[in-house]
C-alpha cells in the first residue's frame, strides 16, 4: 500500500521568510496530493491540492510542486505569518476503490514575529 | 455552518464502556470518511462509505468498532469495550462524487479520552 513520508517534523522561520515541506509517496498510481492545515482542536483544512497531470500550482502565498519520476512533493509558503504557525499535513491518494487519503505524519511551522 | 459537523466534541470514558459519535457530512456527499488521529501523527483511515454503503475497512478497525450510515446521511461510529490505547481524535470526513479524488473535507473531530 501507499506510503508517505514527510520532512522536517519542525520547521521555524522568521516572519517573511519562506517555508517549504518536503513530501515523498511510495504508490506511482498515486495521482492526487493535498496539503492540510491544522489548527490547535481543529480538523485538518484542506489549502491546496494538485493532480498528478500538473507539475506545479500557485494560491497567492501557497505553492505546490510534484515531481512524479521521483515520487515528490513539495508544500512552499511565501511571505511567512505568524497566522502560518500550524501543522501541516501531506497526503497522496490513488485510484482504488476508496480513493482514500494516506497522509505524512505532519510538520509543526512555527513563524517567529 | 455548511461544514462537516461532529458530535461530541470530546467524550471522557472509563474503560470497558461503549462510546458512539456521529457524523454529519456536507449536504449532497455520498462519500464518507472516517479517520483516527492519535498526538503528533498523520490522520489514519479508518472506514469509508458510499452513501450507505460500507464499502471498505482498515485492519485497524477492531471487532469493537462498527460504523454505520443508515440513509446515506450522517454516520455513527461506536465503540464497544473501550480501551484506553482507543483514546484519539475521531475524524470524520466528506467528499462529493463516486469515481474520483474531489477535495476532502474534514470535521473538527471527537476527542476521546479512556480512563
Known amino acids: 500500500g501507499e506510503n508517505v513520508e514527510q520532512h522536517p517534523s519542525t520547521l521555524s522561520v522568521q516572519e517573511g521568510d519562506s517555508a517549504v515541506i518536503k513530501c515523498t509517496y511510495s504508490?506511482?498510481?498515486?495521482?492526487?496530493f493535498p496539503w492540510y492545515k491544522q489548527e490547535l482542536g481543529k480538523g485538518p483544512q484542506l489549502i491546496i491540492d494538485?493532480?498528478?497531470?500538473?507539475g506545479e500550482k500557485k494560491d497567492q502565498r501557497i505553492a505546490v510542486t510534484l515531481n512524479k519520476t521521483a515520487k515528490h512533493f513539495s508544500l512552499h509558503i511565501t511571505e511567512t505569518q505568524p497566522e502560518d504557525s500550524a501543522v501541516y499535513f501531506c497526503?497522496?491518494?490513488?485510484?482504488?476503490?476508496?480513493?482514500?487519503?494516506?497522509f505524512g505524519s505532519g510538520t509543526r511551522l512555527l513563524v517567529r514575529p | 455552518d455548511t461544514g462537516v459537523s461532529q458530535n461530541p466534541r470530546h467524550k471522557i470514558t472509563k474503560r470497558g464502556q461503549n462510546v458512539t459519535f456521529r457524523c454529519d457530512p456536507i449536504?449532497?456527499?455520498?462519500?464518507l470518511y472516517w479517520y483516527r488521529q492519535t498526538l503528533g501523527q498523520g490522520p489514519e483511515f479508518l472506514t469509508y462509505?458510499?452513501?450507505?454503503?460500507?464499502?471498505?475497512k482498515s485492519r485497524l478497525l477492531s471487532d469493537r468498532f462498527s460504523a454505520e450510515r443508515p440513509k446515506g446521511s450522517f454516520s455513527t461510529l461506536e465503540i464497544q469495550r473501550t480501551e484506553q490505547g482507543d483514546s484519539a481524535m475521531y475524524l470524520c470526513?466528506?467528499?462529493?462524487?463516486?469515481?474520483?479524488?474531489?477535495?476532502?473535507?474534514f470535521g473538527n473531530g471527537t476527542r476521546l479520552t479512556v480512563t
Open positions: 494538485i493532480r498528478s497531470n500538473v
Open positions: 470526513a466528506s467528499r462529493t462524487g463516486s469515481l474520483d479524488n474531489s477535495p476532502l473535507h
Open positions: 497526503a497522496a491518494s490513488g485510484t482504488d476503490s476508496s480513493y482514500k487519503l494516506i
Open positions: 462509505f458510499q452513501n450507505e454503503a460500507q464499502l471498505e
Open positions: 449536504s449532497e456527499h455520498n462519500r
Open positions: 504508490d506511482s498510481a498515486s495521482n492526487y
